[in-house]
């Protein structure tokens, strides 16, 4: 009681001193800079009046194609580091060297040097090859409103593919080592009580192993999706049209530079609290 009593008067004072600092920074903003502040249009760039109908403005699109990239980008990378680290755990000396070149030169890469790289020398070709464009271009108007809902604007669904492939080849990597140390902490009666009841390879990992190892590396996984929607950010240097380059667009053009960013720190603190939020949930049912 004493020790929760002692716990509670600490956070109250750590929330003090930081309200403190924040009206403090307001305070020398407004006085030493002369800033002025303007949140009263903040609102009209969430949602506008056109043509007598209420419709979605510019940091509402980028809110939502930040949530369509992080959503794709969690799916793809979850797929390719489960994917690399069976096989990073495997027997075969050759996939362990193939995993660990690929884990090793991404950690290890800057990912806006990956952007660069993927988008101007590996993307761009890529989707020339596979006519990704072309097929956009004379797709019926009901695929193009699917692309719409689902990805990002037709006009820029190569360019939203090549951000989710390479933050996916990015993210990737990190998911490998998570799974491939969740594997190791299986013992290795499970695999030989999976053969013993006659399951194949594929069928003792689907069912038996990658259960477990989901259910005790979900933390880690949910720390690495709040880092996927933090790092989506960096695809605004490809004109990706999400949340912070909506911001920048904004800021340039409107030069309400505090306002602005606030308004974004605080969209991207509610998506990541919210999955932090539901993850915990989750992860306490699977221990009930």
């Known amino acids: 009681m004493i020790h929760r009593r002692h716990n509670y008067i600490l956070d109250s004072i750590l929330l003090v001193l930081l309200a403190g600092f924040f009206i403090w920074v307001v305070y020398r903003l407004k006085l030493g800079l002369g800033y002025t502040w303007n949140w009263k249009v903040i609102p009209q760039f969430f949602l506008r009046v056109h043509d007598g109908r209420l419709q979605m403005n510019v940091l509402t699109l980028g809110f939502l194609t930040t949530i369509r990239l992080s959503f794709w980008v969690v799916l793809f990378s979850v797929f390719i580091g489960t994917f690399a680290g069976i096989l990073g755990s495997g027997k075969s000396v050759f996939f362990k060297l193939l995993v660990r070149t690929y884990v090793e030169f991404t950690r ?16 761009s070709q890529l989707m020339q090859v596979i006519g990704v464009e072309e097929w956009v271009r004379n797709s019926p108007l009901w695929v193009k409103d699917l692309i719409r809902v689902l990805f990002s604007t037709p006009e820029r669904f190569p360019e939203f593919l090549s ?25 290795k009666g499970q695999f030989e009580a999976s053969h013993a009841l006659g399951l194949s390879e594929a069928d003792t990992y689907v069912f038996v192993i990658l259960p477990q190892v989901f259910k005790n590396i979900l933390p880690s996984l949910t720390s690495q999706a709040i880092s996927v929607i933090k790092d989506s950010s960096i695809v605004s240097i490809i004109s990706i049209q999400e949340l912070t380059f909506q911001g920048m667009e904004l800021m340039a053009s409107t030069y309400l530079i505090f306002e602005i960013w606030i308004t974004i720190t605080a969209l991207y603190f509610i998506l990541t609290y919210t999955l932090s939020h539901l993850a915990g949930r989750l992860e306490k049912r699977l221990i009930r």
């Open 108 to 123: 290890n890469t800057p990912p806006l040097v990956l952007v660069f790289i993927f988008y101007f020398f590996v993307g």
């Open 163 to 187: 951000a989710v492939l390479t933050l996916s080849l990015y993210e990737g990597a990190y998911i490998t080592e998570i799974v491939r140390g969740g594997l190791l902490s299986i013992s």
